[in-house]
């Protein structure tokens, strides 16, 4: 069973950026639908974005939407969540998972999911937004 390593999280003034990286070992990120998902504190699980394994379409919560885009480094077998204009309310713990293709298929679709047709959660990376 693959489980995902999340890095890159971390204090950030608003307005700032910062690039997630995610990982996996004996797997290859380039033939699979990768989403990025967070949780902040007292809130439940959320979509943000995902790219599928086939044309590596992208598609984005509402939230994110403008700010964030996921792109594949082949060569290092990674996935990136690239953050910019970041917001008090991006903080959370977020991480990334794969999942079938049919979950990954529009924006509306991975805004409104808690990703539990997605598997292989890691310990995620804190990205923490504040003055």
């Known amino acids: 069973q693959v489980h995902f390593v999340e890095s890159g999280g971390g204090l950030v003034q608003p307005g700032g950026s910062l690039r997630l990286s995610c990982t996996a070992s004996?797997?290859?990120?380039?033939?699979?639908?990768i989403g990025w998902f967070r949780q902040a504190p007292g809130k439940g699980r959320e979509g943000v974005g995902c790219?599928?394994?086939?044309?590596?379409?992208?598609f984005y919560a509402d939230a994110v939407k403008g700010r964030f885009t996921i792109s594949r480094d082949i060569a290092q077998n990674a996935v990136y969540l690239q953050m910019n204009s970041l917001k008090p309310d991006d903080t959370a713990v977020y991480y990334c998972?794969?999942?079938?293709?049919?979950?990954?298929?529009?924006?509306?679709?991975?805004?409104?999911?808690?990703?539990?047709?997605?598997?292989?959660w890691g310990q995620g990376t804190q990205v923490t937004v504040s003055s």
């Open positions: 004996g797997f290859t990120l380039e033939a699979a639908t």
């Open positions: 790219i599928t394994n086939r044309g590596g379409s992208a």
């Open positions: 998972a794969t999942g079938s293709s049919r979950y990954c298929y529009s924006d509306y679709e991975i805004g409104h999911t808690g990703g539990y047709e997605y598997d292989g």
